[in-house]
Nanobody, 124 residues
């Protein structure tokens, strides 16, 4: 599976961006797909994930502001980000894997495939 993330950019605080993660491979619908972000000087952190059955999971810091969704027909996962804050500034990566148990869904080490990052910058 190859992943291609896009949609990053510069936005003012309070604005919105929609990230996309396009995947190759016919079995994409069976994968759990997650978004992770890494800000300068900080550890990589979990943002959101969506399982094969459509169930979604979010970090507390983005709950209520971000929405993850998937379009299996187009092998794409989206991350709609609203009410953006300067603290959301980071390099955002999408990742995919199978057999990820729920208790480990926030752990980047559980994901097998990673796309390149797309940079999100939120100005105050």
């Amino acid at each position: 599976v190859q992943l291609q993330a896009s949609g990053g950019g510069l936005v003012q605080a309070g604005g919105s961006l929609r990230l996309s993660c396009a995947a190759s491979g016919s079995s994409f619908r069976t994968y759990t797909v997650g978004w992770f972000r890494k800000a300068p000087g900080k550890e990589r952190e979990f943002v959101a994930a969506i399982r094969w059955n459509g169930h979604t999971y979010y970090a507390d810091s983005v709950k209520g502001r971000f929405t993850i969704s998937r379009d299996n027909a187009k092998n794409t996962v989206h991350l709609q980000m609203n009410s953006l804050k300067p603290d959301d500034t980071a390099d955002y990566h999408c990742a995919a894997g199978t057999g990820i148990i729920l208790s480990s869904i926030t752990e980047g080490t559980q994901y097998t495939y990673w796309g390149q990052g797309t940079l999100v910058t939120v100005s105050s």
